[in-house]
């Protein structure tokens, strides 16, 4: 199996600074105001030169860096530019696992003639066979090229034959760079690498570097019974990795069960009515589309790109899945009363989330009324026609007062007309 890695490292700055080129070579935290009790979504080298690091608290962050220039997240502007980059790669193969956003692994097999591929080995004698590439460069340029296009940005790519030693050789590329390594240099190339590439802790880096193992190279030389006994499971699958081995197939992601709409404004609008009255007409279009048909939403996002550049957004969970255009714009507008954009809006992108079939969706049993008890109460009545008692019980208190718990409460009957609320 022959594997290759896209990686874009530091995706969601590398967006941000796409959409907001002046960003670049400024030390930058994404995640928002140092004030606030968040942490840091990603940050610059600039930032990180300072101390700043990744899940650090941002006033932990501003005090490293006072100079950083501390800046919004926007995580559905990501997952959509993540979306586009996993689509771009499906148009050169089928077989496409999704990983952290930025970082997607291809399956290459059959894809070359290479010897010992499937498809490329079992056909490559065949009078007939042509394989769609020439061979793994060829491969690696296309993706180079196809992420490129679909969003701009130029990824690393490493082909190898596990995912680890792929994503090894695609961090060791520059950007729009690629690096092929075979099966007998994997090993080698993988010794000088610092052992803080290995799937552990910090905690377990830290015992690492205390016993004097700096490098993967330090890391493989050791016998595997020794680093199971000193770390369990973990220590074995690193040592595997170490040596270039990883059996596990690559699973190809499920495309995301959501819908999403686009509206651009003729002339920017910088009112929460506005964008209210563009979101309400989206709503209604994406919910007669005919793949919504039978299916129902657990969630709504609204994403705002704004006239100076930026992504304004909010995510709606609901309490429970539903396809009702009113209530979901209710709670649209709640969420939106009294919001500020810091500038005006060009365009606006609705996303209906999680969706799921109907059946999915269950009535409470004892907020019913008029028609619903009625139902209740034949149904309660034929099932004590068929067993001679009541199966539906109801606890009340007896003696709640009482040391014996046997005696505090009781089972009773229940009857609709007697339940909660009546």
Known sequence: M?????????????????????????????????????????????????????GMSLREARAFCREALFIEAHPALYRDRY??????????????????????????????GRPGSAGGGLLAGHAGFRPLFEHEGAVAGAMLEAVAAAGRLRPHVGIAESRFA????????????????????????????????????????????????????????????ALAAQFGPPGERAWDLAHGVDGAPLVPRRQPAELRD???????????????????????????????????????????????GQHWERTLTFREPTSDGERIFRALAARLDGAAFPAAAEALTLILRSLCGETGIQSSLFT????????????????????????V??????EPWS???????????????????R
């Open 166 to 225: 792929a994503w090894a050789a695609a961090l060791g590329a520059g950007e729009g760079q690629a690096r092929v390594w075979e099966p007998q240099e994997v090993a080698g190339l993988l010794a000088p690498l610092p052992v803080q590439v290995l799937p552990f802790t910090g905690a377990v880096v830290g015992r690492l570097y205390w016993l004097g193992l700096q490098t993967v190279g330090d890391f493989a030389v050791l016998p595997r019974q």
């Open 2 to 54: 022959r594997i290759a890695c896209a990686l874009i490292p530091k995706f969601a700055l590398a967006v941000e600074q796409l959409e907001r080129p002046e960003l670049c070579g400024r030390p930058v935290v994404l995640g928002g105001a140092p004030e606030e009790t968040r942490v840091v979504v990603e940050c610059s080298p600039e930032a990180e030169g300072q101390g700043v690091r990744r």
């Open 393 to 398: 019980m109801k606890i009340v208190g007896v």
């Open 262 to 308: 686009y509206l651009g404004f003729a002339q920017p609008v910088a009112t929460v009515q506005a964008v209210l009255a563009a979101a309400r007409h989206l709503l209604t279009r994406l919910l007669g589309r005919p793949e919504r048909r039978g299916r129902v939403a657990r969630g709504l996002t609204i994403s705002i790109a704004l006239c100076n």
């Open 403 to 421: 040391r014996i718990p046997e005696r505090q409460y009781a089972l009773i009957d229940y009857e609709p007309s007697t339940g909660p609320g």
């Open 83 to 112: 979306e586009q980059m996993l689509d771009a790669l499906e148009g050169i193969s089928p077989v496409v696992e999704e990983a952290e956003p930025g970082c997607a692994y291809v399956g290459l097999d059959g894809l070359t």
């Open 368 to 391: 019913a009324r008029g028609k619903q008890l009625q139902e209740l109460q034949l149904a309660l009545e034929q099932l004590r026609s068929r067993p001679g008692h009541a199966p």
